[in-house]
């Protein structure tokens, strides 16, 4: 058994808890909101993020990071990407030499640059950091619905560890030491899913679906290995699988948000009807500086740029993509000679 923090109490760091509960470890939740933490000691239920799934008398809910952080053999950082810097910097003086402390949030700072891994090991350079990802709503791991993730660490001791401590009957753990691309596999399928939802609003159907998700994946793997991550994590469950679960399910608060603005909402209505972090939206204009700084073309997450931070209407940006100078869709796989 182990002992367990989870630093965030989302629908995903709730659902995370109620999987490693059920797996026989000793689990205290951390939350900066005082309702929040209040409601889950009172209700033993998240009703506002992960209705209808029960949280056992026996876990802890706290408000003192301390308290949290100290002496746990792992903390589950599962706070939204936009305050991963901020929660990291105030758990540093609490974390111990080694400590593991494995993300499973998705996104990439803007101002940085930086992988949510890169900003934990910045922030708390004497922690071991590990990155948990995949096709994985909160919704579907709460009610202990088959589900398979991987998890990145740069030693395989680390990885073998928190397979250990996740893995169960319906919750099942692949290991990589690929982190980078595990990382922006997960941060970039969030704004590829914006542009699914937007075409959704637009009254699209299937076809547009899939050519957004295969060319989608495209890109984020164009990105990711002009970086250093494996085109084998893009063509996995942190690139392919968890981009066509995105894009795909209403379960997605990227695509639920993509679908308003398609219908006509301004981004900043789309997140107040949404009622959580869109971190698509986070990590679109990261997406278009790593894009500058490595010189890669990403035509999708560009017209999501237009569309969220320029004001281009929808049908616009459409134009622009389907009217693009005419490609191979493969420029590695050469013609014969002969037929050229």
Known sequence: MADISII???????????????????????????????????????????PGVRLPEDMVFTTNLEEAV????????????????????????FVEDGQIIVNVAKGIEENSLLTLSQ???EEIPQAVVAVLSGPS???????????????????????????NVFMNEVFRVYISPDMLGIELGAA????????????DGLG?????????????????AR??????GKIETFSGLTGIGDLIVTCASMHSRNRRAGILIGKGYTMEQAMDEVKMVVEGVYS??????????????????????????????????????MLRDKKIENPLIPWDEDNE
């Not at 709503?137 to 928190?162: Q, S």
């Not at 699209?204 to 984020?220: M, Q």
């Not at 990105?223 to 250093?228: E, Q």
């Open 223 to 228: 990105l990711g290995m002009s970086m250093g």
């Open 204 to 220: 699209y159907g299937d076809n547009t679906k899939a050519a957004l998700i295969t060319r989608g994946i495209a890109e984020i």
């Open 8 to 50: 965030g109490a989302g629908s995903w760091g709730t659902a995370l808890a109620v999987l490693l509960h059920r797996n026989g470890h000793k689990i205290t939740v951390w939350s900066i909101v005082e309702a929040e933490i209040h409601m889950l000691q009172q209700e033993r239920e998240h009703k506002d993020k992960l």
């Open 284 to 321: 679109a204009k990261a997406a278009m500086g790593l894009a500058e700084k490595y010189q890669v073309q990403l035509p999708i997450i560009e017209q999501v740029n237009n569309i969220l931070f320029k004001g281009m209407p929808v049908d616009e940006a459409v134009k622009n993509l």
């Open 188 to 199: 970039l399928k969030n704004v590829v899913a914006l542009a699914a939802g937007i075409a």
């Open 137 to 163: 709503h909160a919704e579907e791991v709460g009610r202990g619905i088959p589900t398979t993730i991987v998890v990145g660490a740069r030693k395989k001791t680390t990885a073998e560890y928190l397979q």
């Open 119 to 121: 900003i934990i090991e």
């Open 70 to 93: 100290k002496d746990k053999d792992v903390l589950v950082l599962a706070v939204p990407s936009p305050y991963t810097r901020s929660t990291s910097h105030n758990m540093a003086p």
